[in-house]
């Protein structure tokens, strides 16, 4: 499974590195929306976790703008804020999934089950 990764803090970048490499086989992160919109041209993930908040390009915009050139890549939304209003921007941006950063235990089990999928 190829995964992309796209947080501005490194530190989550890392935590999500080293909790998701024992089911990816290759992770790319990126540090903004711009940056993902060009990885994606050049690598397509079959998986992307997408902060909401970051400089620039916010989560949300990025997966519209990912979910039009690319309707197959799985996208979580990566989160810490938990709402309904925002579950709901995700779902209609195009995310295919919204995990809270106190939950990530629920992001590796999504991803496990795409690469299972992915390997059937």
Do not use: W
Request: with cysteine; hydrophobic share 40%.
């Amino acid at each position: 499974m190829n995964l992309l990764i796209v947080d501005d803090h490194a530190g989550m970048r890392a935590l999500l590195r080293d909790l998701l490499s024992p089911i990816a086989t290759n992770i790319r992160e990126c540090t903004s929306g711009e940056e993902a919109l060009a990885s994606c041209l050049e690598h397509t993930p079959d998986c992307i976790t997408m902060d909401f908040k970051m400089g620039g390009m916010d989560g949300l915009t990025c997966v519209q703008k990912l979910r039009a050139q690319h309707p197959t890549i799985n996208i979580a939304v990566v989160t810490q804020f938990d709402n309904d209003t925002l579950r709901v921007r995700a779902q209609q941006a195009g995310a295919d999934a919204f995990v809270t950063k106190d939950n990530l235990d629920s992001l590796q089990r999504y991803v496990r089950l795409l690469a299972d999928t992915l390997n059937d």
